[in-house]
């Protein structure tokens, strides 16, 4: 009989500073301590990254925030890596970004929309994310999950094309979907 083997976060800290996972041909991420395999990214999930990269350093200045891109941020005994996030400024060598950091945060799902929309939705109301955003390649949306309570997001509706968007951090920085969704 076999059973999953569970890691602490300082685990899987110091297996990266070990080197533990370089050479390896897929990305993971700690998700409730355990490794998770994260689905390879196709040319689309990369297109809507590098036009959601984009919109959010013209949109914002270093006085509103930090845009990381598929960076891990820290969740007790996880580690996921958003595609992008925005947190509070600073800088973030001394530690990784905790829930109280994120001001939005952006997942981008083609192959992943039910662990997106599931696990990670979950985990992310848990600590308070503020604002979470999933992109749905497939149906051309945005969910818009806000006001975490009780371990689930108490706000939650979806932004369809020819609609706009803007986080709560930045009422100003207006997401045109029709441009995301070309």
Known sequence: MS????????????????GA??????????????????SPAGPV??????????????????????VRVQNSIDLDDSRPEPD????RPGRYAARR??????LLLIEVADSSLAGDM??????Y???GVAEYWVV????????????????????KRIVTVPNTLSPACKTDAELRLGELFV
Not at 141 to 146: A, E, G, L
């Open 97 to 102: 970004p905790k829930a109280s950091d994120v």
């Open 3 to 18: 059973t999953t083997l569970r890691i602490t976060a300082d685990e899987y800290d110091r297996m990266i500073e070990r």
């Open 21 to 38: 996972f370089v050479g390896m041909d897929r990305r993971i991420e700690l998700i409730r301590g355990e490794l998770r395999q994260m």
């Open 125 to 127: 109301a848990e600590f």
């Open 136 to 155: 749905d390649c497939v149906a051309k949306s945005i969910h818009v999950f806000t006001d975490p309570k009780n371990n689930r997001f108490a706000g």
């Open 118 to 123: 599931g696990e990670k939705a979950d985990l």
């Open 84 to 87: 992008v996030t925005w947190l």
């Open 45 to 66: 999930h990369e297109d809507y990254i590098d036009f959601l990269t984009r919109w959010s350093t013209t949109v914002t200045g270093p006085e509103d925030c930090v």
